[in-house]
């Protein structure tokens, strides 16, 4: 008798299984989750469950010259409140996927890390109103558990509910929102200071304050819920059926097959980044100082790179998909960040330009940098891979964060923006040593669109031989009809990058997860 669980791989018989899973949601009632309405409201909810988390990210940024008054705060120990966020995620970027997948399951996961949020804004919030920095710190740790490991979980639901194309939107959808979160946050926690600044004054103020803005992360805790009640009526309208099934799989000792090219990609990755999110950090001060600027503008003017990333990344994605040549977009992503910082630092040229400048600059680097690791890397590596760049990421954001803390309160901005320079002449260093290797190599990283598309038919063909040796020889028997479906999402997903650029996939074998990179 012929084994139920084998699939014949002929090309009809998986458009077959494609194209019955299509009729299932086009034959779908309104109020199936099937249907177009209720993957509608999912993904609303998708969207609303990292707003509180970024919107509170960068709450001490947009106060930043009132926790330093209220609290009598040392710029070294400000930025303790993002570098104390960055130490739990050195480590939970590995074992993150890992508790969803094996521990919690998808809907406990995201309830427990959007639960961590809320209550880590809530102990920072308390600090603030008993003057206990410590403890405002202890709540930043906590906040930062929750909120990266909550990035995991929103994108894990983002691959259970789309694929296909709709993929690539719903993941540029997921970052345009948060980048809307943190914009509203620098837009509107100066007024809210100065409004509840007439019931309460100093340290008091502050803690109110940021309880007030608390409520955004409960609003994701909702969010989380009503997923919760989503994903179970899906999952009983499928009988399980299109459930991923898999785990995260990280494995550390693939380090030693990584080429070179990939440590430079990791290089630039710290390098650059630690040039963008430290200075948003401590950026409006310096603008208030060096611009003269009141503190509404600076905040607004700070929040420049976040408004230009909500727009430009999943335009300037599709321009690097099309076009291709990564290694080129990325070099000339971090010329433009150099010119925009020497703006800042030696011209008192209005800084409305160079902000919207690096707005782009960093939309495009994210575009063209990240897919680079899918191309270095097999796709049975990338998880670890992945892994790791978040993980030194992570590392590299702790420590400079703190040092640049140091450098402002005891040579000041100038000094600060000389430090930034200096770490993106090392990114444009790393970017020009890629060109190099790359040019001597098979030159993928720079192809263009088209030179790739035939590279990667040439490879799938070459796959395809493969794989029907193994067919050949009975290796393949006991694979599955829903394997092979997940094998299809695979690599859509895998391709994800290529189309936005600015969220962190991981992803091994047998279909994978995908994290989100501020």
Not at 313 to 328: C, E, H
């Amino acid at each position: 008798m012929e084994d139920p669980d084998r699939i014949d791989f002929e090309p009809s018989r998986r458009r077959q299984v494609l194209d019955d899973d299509q009729r299932s949601e086009n034959n779908a009632t309104c109020c199936s989750p099937a249907h177009i309405s209720s993957r509608a409201c999912a993904l609303l909810l998708m969207c609303i469950l990292g707003f509180g988390s970024y919107f509170c990210y960068d709450n001490p940024a947009a106060l930043q010259d009132y926790f330093k008054h209220d609290l009598q705060l040392t710029t070294t120990e400000f930025v303790y409140l993002y570098s104390w966020y960055s130490w739990p995620n050195v480590v939970l970027c590995f074992v993150g996927g890992f508790l969803i997948d094996r521990v919690f399951g998808i809907r406990l996961g995201t309830v427990i890390y959007s639960f961590l949020v809320v209550i880590g804004q809530l102990v920072f919030a308390l600090g603030g109103v008993l003057d206990k920095f410590w403890l405002m710190v202890v709540g930043r740790f906590i906040f930062g558990i929750g909120g990266e490991s909550l990035a995991v979980a929103q994108n894990n639901y983002a691959v259970l509910w789309f694929k296909g194309k709709e993929l690539n939107m719903v993941f540029g959808l997921q970052l345009s929102f948060a980048r809307v979160g943190s914009t509203v946050n620098f837009n509107v926690m100066e007024p809210l200071y100065n409004w509840v600044n007439h019931f309460y004054h100093g340290y008091t103020c502050l803690g109110v304050v940021l309880f007030i803005a608390a409520a955004t992360t409960i609003l994701s805790l909702v969010s989380a819920l009503g997923l919760t009640v989503l994903d179970k009526r899906r999952e009983r309208y499928l009988g399980g059926q299109n459930s991923t099934g898999t785990e995260e799989v990280v494995r550390i000792g693939d380090v030693r097959y990584f080429p070179v090219t990939f440590w430079m990609v990791a290089g630039i990755c710290v390098s650059y980044y630690l040039a963008i999110f430290p200075f948003i950090a401590l950026g409006k001060v310096f603008f208030m100082r060096k611009f003269e600027m009141p503190p509404q503008d600076a905040n607004f003017v700070n929040s420049l790179v976040f408004i230009i990333s909500a727009v430009a990344s999943p335009l300037l994605g599709l321009l690097v998909d099309k076009v291709g040549r990564n290694a080129f977009w990325v070099l000339i992503s971090i010329v433009s960040t150099l010119g925009c910082h020497a703006l800042l630092a030696f011209t008192f040229l209005n800084p409305y330009i160079a902000m919207v400048c690096m707005g782009v600059s960093y939309s495009m680097l994210a575009s063209a940098l990240w897919p680079m690791v899918a191309l270095i890397i097999p796709d049975h590596q990338l998880g670890t891979a992945y892994g790791i760049a978040q993980a030194v990421q992570n590392l590299g954001l702790a420590l400079v964060t703190m040092l640049a803390g140091v450098i402002v309160d005891k040579g000041g901005y100038l000094l600060l923006e000389m430090f930034f320079l200096g770490w993106l002449c090392v990114a444009l260093l790393i970017s020009v040593l890629i060109l190099i290797i790359d040019s001597n190599g098979d030159g993928l990283l720079n192809m263009s669109a088209k030179q790739r598309d035939a590279w990667e038919k040439q490879r799938d063909e070459q796959a395809e031989l493969e794989r029907e040796k193994l067919l050949a020889s009975g290796a393949m028997d006991d694979v599955s009809p829903q394997d092979l479906l997940q094998r299809s999402d695979f690599h859509i997903r895998n391709r994800y990058l290529s189309r936005i650029g600015a969220a962190l996939p991981a992803h091994c074998q047998k279909g994978q997860r995908y994290r989100a990179l501020r």
